[in-house]
Each structure stands twice: as C-alpha cells, then as structure tokens.
C-alpha cells in the first residue's frame, strides 16, 4: 500500500527557514514524480513544487521561486522542501503527493497524498 | 498561468439526489488534461478523476467527469452520505498545475 508521510513542519518566524521531508513506500519511488502541495487554511489547494523522477526537471510556484528548493533522494525514498526566507502567506498544511504517471502531463495529476505537515510563520 | 474557476461555492442537496459541478478555464486546457478530486474535513484529498472523463482506481460509477477546451463538468449521479466533500478540479496541460477553488457539496 502505498504511503507518503511528511514531517518537519513547525512554528517558525517570519524570515527564518524550515526544511520538511516525506517518507514514501509502498511503491518504485525512483520511477515517479513527486510533488508538495500546500493548504492554508480554511482554503484551497495550491501547487507548490514538483520534480522528476530522476531530479532533472524541478518547478516552482511563482509565490515560492528564489526561496523554496525541491529535492530527493531515491536511495532513501524520502522527498525534501528546504523552504527559506519564510513569510506569513506561506503558512499552510503542506502535502507530499505522488505523480500518478511516468511521463509527460501525467507526472503532474496527483494519485497519493500524505496527511501534510503544518508550517506556522508568526513572530 | 491558467484560472480555474469553480461553480457553485456551495451545493446543498439531499442524498439520492444528482449533483452537477463546475470548473471553467480562463484558457483552454489541452487535452483535456482535468483532474477532479475529492477532500472530506481532516484528510488529503482523493484523486477522482484524470483526463476530464476517465475514473480513478476503486472510483465508483456514480462519478463521471466530462467536458472539453475550457468547460468542465463532475456528475455525481445519486449522492452517498460518504460523498459530502469538497471537490477541486485542476489542470495539468501546462505548467504551473494550478487548482480551482472548489466545491463545497453540504447536506440539505
């Protein structure tokens, strides 16, 4: 069964950085794209960063580029979000999902997601 | 980037009734490449649908998506109690992937 656990969420302020990771299993974590989505809450769902499976193609939200920087590591299944310079908007519960296919536009539909992380910037 | 925007806020129906929703496109989405999804309170949301019509695994037949270029339509034929959710639809045709603001489906 296939699992996404994500952790490193916090109370962090403003201006400051957080690094938050994603624990996958239950499936060939190196055959697909992985992405973070993030929720604030009460509100809708957001897109924040994707990347391939072999971590060559990475993209960002325009809210995100400049201060957020995707990775991962496939020996160790696991994804990261190093999230710097953090503001007041960027607060949200921030999901781990997996892209549902191998190639093209279908690396970017959303098959599994983990319970999310919650990230609180306030002073 | 395209807006995805979704109709109505809120649906408010009894279950066994039909429920229809909306998510139109500020420019068209190629392909067809729509995706729907269901949230209930507290959990992630559920992959329902991708290419605008095609059924997810373990989706029942009660939920059909349909819909081309910029108008798109999720069709939920009789609600089940476990189907009050709030339903998003997004679009993967380009980059970013961007999400609607979604569908709030309340019991009457």
Sequence with gaps: EEQLVESGG?????????????????????????????????????W??????????????????????????????SLYLQMNSLRAEDMALYHCAKGWGRFG???RVFDYWGQGTLVTVSS | ???????????????GERATLSCRASQSVSSSYLAWYQQKPGQAPRLLIYGASSR???????????????????????LEPEDFAVYYCQQYGSSPPTFGGGTKVEIK
């Design chain 2, 56 to 78: 997810a695994t373990g989706i029942p037949d009660r939920f059909s998506g349909s819909g081309s270029g910029t108008d798109f339509t999720l069709t939920i034929s009789r």
């Design chain 2, 1 to 15: 980037e395209i807006v995805l925007r979704q109709s109505p806020g809120t649906l408010s129906l009894s279950p």
């Design chain 1, 48 to 77: 924040v960063s994707g990347i391939s499976w072999n971590g060559i193609s990475i993209g960002y939200a325009d809210s995100v580029k400049g201060r957020f920087t995707i990775s991962r590591d496939n020996a160790k299944n």
């Design chain 1, 105 to 107: 536009e279908s690396q």
């Design chain 1, 10 to 46: 916090g109370l962090v302020q403003p201006g400051r950085s957080l690094r938050l990771s994603c624990a996958a299993s239950g499936f060939t974590f190196d055959d697909y794209a992985m992405h973070w989505v993030r929720q604030a809450p009460g509100k809708g769902l957001e």
